[in-house]
């Protein structure tokens, strides 16, 4: 079983900028993909950024530039450092361990959440 623990998030104003952890249990995660998800009020769940266990990135059109995710393999951490934050980007922001080869798995953190004021 995998467990994704999140921090980080919290209050900052339109510019500023936050750094978001995901620490994950068991050895397993390092074979997968890691990502941060983000969900607002009244919207669906949207991928935010992701990095394979071989450090290919990628992230969704709107906060190219801005933020960057990272992975370490020894702390089996992910980490998302969000720069030039807008009001947009409020939400709660979710940690997410992928495997895509069967038998597939997928594993989610509590969440933390993300406000940008303006």
């Known amino acids: 079983q995998v467990e994704l623990v999140e921090s980080g998030g919290g209050l900052v104003q339109a510019g500023g900028s936050l750094r978001l952890s995901c620490v994950g249990s068991?050895?397993?995660?390092?074979?997968?993909?890691m990502g941060w998800y983000r969900q607002a009020p009244g919207k669906r769940r949207e991928l935010v950024a992701s990095?394979?266990?071989?450090?290919?990135?990628d992230y969704t059109e709107s906060v190219e530039g801005r933020f960057t995710i990272s992975r370490d393999a020894r702390t089996n951490t992910v980490s998302l450092q969000m720069n030039s934050l807008k009001p947009e980007d409020t939400a709660v922001y979710y940690c997410?361990?992928?495997?895509?080869?069967?038998?597939?798995?997928?594993?989610w953190g509590q969440g933390t959440q993300v406000t940008v004021s303006s």
């Open positions: 997410n361990a992928t495997r895509m080869v069967t038998p597939t798995l997928n594993y």
């Open positions: 068991g050895n397993i995660i390092r074979s997968m993909i």
């Open positions: 990095v394979t266990s071989g450090g290919t990135t």
